[in-house]
């Protein structure tokens, strides 16, 4: 017995030796950031991301879409890979915090560890010139009075712009009318049009058409007003208890050495505060906010406990 447990602490020792070496010596290789989406604004950002943080690991970092799923594709790629460090995933938060509740996957909450936010959008709510509102206060009491007239396009049943447009409704108490197209961007343009009443999407999306007068921004999603549109309330300022920023990050299969990924969150950290991913995030009006791995992973927990809750209240059939 005794023979069996000293074998035993020497091979938790040998492990842990293992690991520690495995820490001090990352990177010795390439990283690959994987984007589990099609070519596009967040591919670009992540692309400009591993810029920076190629010379702060001091090895190449290659950026992969994988695309398909609504992120799940990569999502479940990255939370299968060798949890080592060289295969991230760079994505929104909902590809650990929604879709593990909306279907059977390959992956859930646990298997994808989280490395450091990087942006958190934000998400903006606009309506139609010539609605009766143009506010979000007026918005919230004219669909009171009027249940079911008030209508939203979102990019897609069960999407992020759905259910943050059915969160809202639920926090106000409304009964909006629920338009899907395959995308944002015909919902935004149906809403130019006036053929919708309100939309949802990236403030890179909705603000270029607020301030050519083609929409009327009514709020940000976000718990703060963000630099990027300081003039624009939030959500809270209009009443409503609620906030649902779009948390853009990098996540790195669960197992992976705390080690590692404090030595990756610290590159990020130096990376996105460099000058030409800032200019990159003020020329995409996108709101740049790091966030180490044990405040990113603070902010997720809390993020998959609500949609734990609201998505099972959700009638995904309408």
């Known amino acids: 017995m005794l023979r069996k447990l000293t074998g035993l602490m020497a091979g938790a020792a040998l492990a842990l030796g293992a690991t520690v070496a495995q820490a001090e ?10 984007v589990p989406y099609s070519p596009g604004s967040t591919d670009t950002l992540a692309r400009t991301l591993s810029e920076g943080l190629s010379k702060e690991l001091g090895t190449p970092v290659v950026v992969e879409t994988r695309p398909g799923a609504g992120g799940t594709v990569g999502g479940a790629y990255v939370a299968n890979a060798d ?22 996957l390959p992956y859930g909450f646990d298997d994808l560890k989280p490395v450091a936010r990087v ?6 709510i606009a309506a139609r010139v010539g609605a009766p509102f143009e506010t979000m206060e007026e918005m919230i009491a004219y669909a009171k009075e009027n249940p079911d007239k008030v209508s939203y396009g979102s990019a897609g049943t ?10 809202i409704a639920r926090e106000a108490e409304l009964d909006l009318f629920h338009i899907p197209f ?15 009443d ?13 301030e050519s007068g083609k929409l009327v921004a009514l709020a940000q999603l976000s718990e703060t007003r963000a630099s990027l549109a300081p003039d624009l309330p939030t959500l809270m300022e209009a009443g409503v208890d ?11 299969p669960a197992g992976t050495p705390d080690e590692v990924v404090n030595k990756i969150s610290a590159a990020v950290k130096a990376a996105a505060a460099g000058e030409t991913f800032v200019n990159f995030g003020k020329s995409t ?6 966030a180490d791995a044990m405040t990113f992973t603070e902010v997720l927990q809390a993020e998959n406990s609500y949609f734990a809750w609201l998505l099972p209240t959700i009638d995904f059939t309408k």
Request: hydrophobic share 50%.
């Open 242 to 252: 609620l906030a649902l920023p779009p948390n853009v990050g990098l996540w790195a």
């Open 25 to 34: 010596d990352f990177p010795s290789r390439p990283v690959t950031i994987v």
């Open 182 to 196: 395959g995308g944002v961007t015909p919902a935004i343009a149906a809403t130019v049009a006036g053929d919708v």
């Open 83 to 104: 949890p080592d460090g060289y295969t991230l995933l760079f994505a929104v938060s909902s590809v650990q915090t929604v879709a593990p509740h909306q279907r059977e």
């Open 285 to 290: 009006l996108t709101e740049i906010d790091y």
């Open 158 to 167: 069960g999407g992020a712009t759905h259910i943050a447009a059915e969160a």
């Open 198 to 210: 309100l939309v949802l999407g990236f403030a890179s999306a909705i603000l270029p058409q607020a």
């Open 119 to 124: 942006a958190v959008g934000p998400n903006v």
